[in-house]
Structures are given as C-alpha cells and as structure tokens.
C-alpha cells in the first residue's frame, strides 16, 4: 500500500494572483486521473492556491504546507485576511489551500453534475473516486509538480526539500493518516486537529462511530437546554406546529422538507461547535410568528441556510463511506443505531406529547434526507448503492503506522462530539511517536476559535520544542 514517486504528473497552470489583507495569493490547477485505479478513464482538474505573508512573499526558502479540510465535500477555505490560524502558519510557511476532488474548483458535485454520469449505477462508480486515498494522490500529484519538477514561477519558492508537512482539521485528519500510511516519505511533519480516524484496523468502524456520538450527542444536548432552559419550550412548539399541519411538515422556501426529524438536523451545524449553542437558541427564539403561530419565514431561511445539502450533497452522500476499507457495507449504519438503541431518546414527536427535551442530532446522514431535501431527491439512488457498496479500497495502513517515522502532533479535544476521545486515543497509540496535545478548552473547531495557538503547540511538538515527560 504506497505511492510511486512515478506516479502520473501533470503540469501546472497557473491563474491569478493578489493580494488581500495582510496576504500573497496564488491559483493554480492541475489535471490528474479521475481514477488513480485505471478502471474509469478521464482526469479532472485539482484546484489549489498558495498563500503566504506578504512580508514573506519573496522568501524562497520557505517550506510548503497542505492544508486538508474538514468533510468530506467542502471547499477548503477562501483566504479573506492574514487572521486566526492562517496568520501564523502563513510567516512560517506557503500553505496549499487544495479544493479536495469533487468540492469546490475541483470538479464540483452537485445534484446536477451527478447526474451527468448516467445511470445510478455510474454514478456510484464515479463517487467512489472521491474519497480519502484519491485525495492523498491528488496531494501528491501537487507536490511533486511543486517540488520534484519545480515549475519556472517565481511565487512557487521551492526549500529545496521535496518534503511538505500537513495540516489536516477533521476529516482532513483521516486524510493526513492515510497519507501517513500511502506516502510516509513524501511528509515532514504531520499536524491533526479533532481528526484522529476512529477504527483504522476496521472494515468499517461506522456503526461503533454513531454508538459513540450518539451518546455525545445527548451529553451536548443536555449542555444546551441546561444553559437556554426557555428552548425547551420553544423547540417542542416548532415540532407541535409541524404535527399540526396536514403531512406533519411544512415545504421550505428552498423546496426541503421541514419535519420534525429534518428540524433535529440543526443540531449538527449547531451543538458541537463553540458558539453553537448560543446559534441554536436564537434560532430557536424567532422559529415561531407569534402573529399567526406558524413557523417563521426567518425560521425557514435558516433552517435552508444551515442545510447545505444542495451545494455540497458529497458530504451526505459519501458521509459514511469514509469508515470503510473492506468488505463491509455501511448500510445507513446512523440509521441503524439510532433506530436499535436510541429510538426513544430522539424521538421528537414523543418527547413533544411527553413535555420532555426535543433532542437534536449531530454528524449523522440518515436515508430519510434523500427524500426530505430538494436535490439529495435527485440522488437518491445512487446514495442506496453507496451506502450497500462493500467494495472499498484501504484507507489506512497499520504497520506502516506501527513503524512510523514521520514527526506527529495532534490536538484531542475532549469533548469532541464529531470524533469521540476514546476511539481517538485507540487510533493514537497506533501511530508511532505521535504526541498529544489533549485539551477540553475547545470543542472540535478549536482551529477556528484558538488556531494560531494550538498550531504553534502543535509544531513544537513535533519538532521536540515540547519536550517529552
């Protein structure tokens, strides 16, 4: 399980360059096989752009380092200004901000697209060149054209060591261990932020994954109506209202269903983020017009704004796919655990009738979406064959793990409701050398609220700054 340095490499292009606050910008695309395997032909074109200081723009010397985002299906981030963790790793490197295959630039999925391969059937095919182990050739597909072919561009700069390091938040974390495990001797150092991959010697660890944050899942819940008791009200006036209504639901103004299961979805943009409770409870405030008692228009745009299911349905569609690396299938695995062991828990209309909490859920994709939301309606099929697929290919490569000399650091949050703590630290003690920086100041976008600090951290770590004791 690696990867060539023979591997196919395409040439550069070049786009604009500018600056923002505080920032040198660059674009760049280059084309790569759509299927590293061979099986489908075509390419597509990769999508990245380079930043670094301003101050530091003609520094030559300075290394790269490969931003990978959370997902999987969204865009890496637009560079507005020289701010939070950006700030920092931009005067010590010119970070590759990459738009991952089928996200963003880089052949975007969208309902529409998909459905331009054909057939469910080629559309699942085509999907499943979209996960982590493709990623990770894509990436180095960039650096080998950066860094071993060395374009004549001046705002390239080259260190002179054919190595990168990476940053990966999340499900950029998964991908930081698969690249760990493919290509080791393409990677200085490895920085993960809440994305040490659960079950890594597993088939598919997504049923064990749901079991676990469920459970969390209810801990935040129970953190949110403890600090907005008002919401409980309100949240169970929403879900009466939906029952109310002639289908027990309501048509947004983008075409979704609003019901009472699609409203409990708010939980994941909301309650496992920094300030996410305090999102959630100011929804919640406005959701009903007390002129008429029916659920707000305001309400309703929010609730369309928060579910980006119609520009970015590979997160919900390949969700679950990025726990398997064998013969098995996920098989709606969130449904699954939540219908056998948390039925009642996140039973909404029940816990309406009872007076108790209307529970919210967190990173969970259940069937039923594909139904309830305008453009995943349009996938439907080709999501059944997605979550029934057994044959994937390896993600993660234990004894290369095991025998790992690449400098590791990673920050664990311990409230991480997105990656639970315990299946964390089990993937950590696989990973050789890895240090730790376990933490319960953040939740799982620590990144965003304290990120220069916890990548200064993070580097001296790896760079034996932090001394081990």
């Not at 299938?329 to 029940?350: L, S």
């Not at 990144?447 to 990548?455: D, F, K, L, Q």
Request: charged share 20%.
């Amino acid at each position: 399980m690696s990867i060539s340095h023979s591997a196919v490499l395409a040439g550069v292009s070049g786009g604009p360059s500018y600056d923002v606050p505080g920032l040198f910008v660059a674009d760049y695309s280059i084309k790569v096989p759509l299927d590293y395997s061979g099986e489908l032909p075509g390419s597509i074109n990769i999508f990245f752009r380079i930043a670094v200081s301003r101050n530091k723009q003609n520094d030559t010397s300075l290394p790269y380092l490969l931003y990978l985002q959370g997902g999987p299906g969204y865009e890496s981030p637009r560079p507005m200004d020289a701010s939070g963790w950006l700030k920092y790793a931009t005067n010590c490197f010119r970070v590759v901000l990459m738009d991952q295959r089928g996200t963003g630039l880089s052949a975007g999925i969208t309902a529409a697209s998909l459905e331009l391969q054909g057939s469910p059937e080629n559309q699942a095919r085509y999907l499943k060149c979209f996960r982590a182990d493709s990623i990770v050739r894509d990436s180095e597909a960039i650096r080998s054209a950066l860094l071993l072919s060395g374009p004549d561009n001046g705002n390239l700069g080259n260190s002179g060591d054919s190595r990168w390091s990476l940053l990966g938040q999340s499900f950029g974390g998964f991908c930081c261990a698969t690249y760990l495990s493919l290509a080791p001797q393409s990677l200085a150092e490895v920085l993960i932020t809440g994305g040490l991959p659960p079950g890594i010697s597993s088939p598919c660890s997504a049923e064990n994954v749901y079991r676990r944050t469920f459970q969390r899942v209810l801990g935040q819940n129970a953190k949110f109506y403890a600090r907005f008791p008002a919401a409980e009200y309100r949240a169970r006036q929403v879900v009466s209202y939906l029952i109310s209504q002639p289908n027990g639901s309501i048509t947004t103004p983008a075409g979704n269903t609003l019901s009472p299961r699609s409203f409990q979805l708010l939980g994941l943009q909301c309650l496992g983020f920094s300030t996410g409770l305090e999102r959630l409870n100011y929804l919640l405030e406005s959701a009903i017009d007390p002129s008429t008692g029916a659920v707000s228009q305001r309400f309703m745009k929010d609730f369309d704004t928060s579910m980006a299911w119609d520009t970015n349905p590979l997160y919900a569609i390949l969700h679950e796919s990025i726990y398997c690396q064998g013969g098995e299938a996920a098989h709606w695995a969130a449904h699954r655990v939540r219908e056998n062991e948390f039925k009642d828990e996140f039973d909404a209309i029940k816990a309406t009738h009872d007076e108790k909490p209307v529970y919210f859920t967190g990173e969970m994709v259940f069937p039923w979406m594909f139904d309830e939301f305008k453009e995943l309606r349009k996938i439907k099929p080709a999501a059944e064959l997605i979550a029934q697929e057994t044959n994937w290919p390896k993600l993660y490569d234990k004894n290369v793990l095991n025998n790992n000399t690449v400098a590791v650091a990673a920050a664990s949050y311990f409230e991480d409701m997105f990656v639970d703590f315990e299946l964390a630290q089990e993937t950590a003690q696989s990973i050789k050398g890895i240090r730790l920086f376990v933490t319960s100041d953040h939740l799982h976008d620590g990144i965003r609220e304290n990120g220069s600090a916890i990548i200064e951290k993070l580097l001296n770590m790896a760079r034996g700054g932090v001394l081990l004791r």
